[in-house]
């Protein structure tokens, strides 16, 4: 099997990832704007129907294409050699995609939350009453530490690594 159709492979998965995602996203926007008041701004609306339409269109297009956005990602290796990983790398990388995992779903999380903060301020400098309360807060706190774990598992890999063979050591 060739490099690139190993790739277009985990760009399937990825497509089915933020397909799952969108859904995921899907329930929680119509939930939010289902309960929103006449008053609430339509620019913002606009603003969560596309955080909806853009990981959609993404994923579908992802889907459809997977070996031309391989071909465009991965450089052309007909004359390499494949050269397997060794056991350390191999970790690294399952760390490193562990990370990339964690952080596609924090990233948008975070997204969403900073939209919402910056709508109810919107409404609450327009006189316009926003739903308070201490859940939105942490689940802002809970995104935030996943944002900091995905980036230690992206950047802290081989730290990781170290920390997990010293333990392996000990036993």
């Known amino acids: 099997m060739k490099v690139h159709e190993l790739t277009a492979i985990g760009l399937r998965i990825f497509a089915i990832v933020l397909f799952l995602y969108t859904l995921r996203q899907f329930v929680g926007v119509a939930s939010y704007l289902g309960n929103a008041s006449d008053e609430f701004p339509t620019a913002s609306g606009y603003y969560l129907s596309a955080t909806i339409l853009v990981p959609f269109i993404v994923a ?36 490193t995609l562990l990370g990339i995992y964690v952080l596609s779903y924090a990233v948008p999380d975070f997204i969403f939350w900073l939209t919402r903060f910056y709508i109810a301020s919107t409404m609450r400098k327009e006189g316009i009453e926003f739903e308070r309360g201490s859940e939105p807060t942490s689940h802002f706190v809970s995104t935030i530490v996943e944002l900091a774990i995905g980036v230690w598992l992206v950047l802290g890999s081989k730290g990781i690594l170290r920390v997990i063979k010293k333990t392996r050591d000990w036993q």
């Open 60 to 95: 579908v297009l992802v889907w459809l294409f997977p070996l031309s956005l391989a071909k465009s990602i991965v450089p052309n290796m007909e004359h390499q050699p494949l050269v397997a990983l060794s056991q350390s790398e191999l970790y690294i990388a399952a760390i």
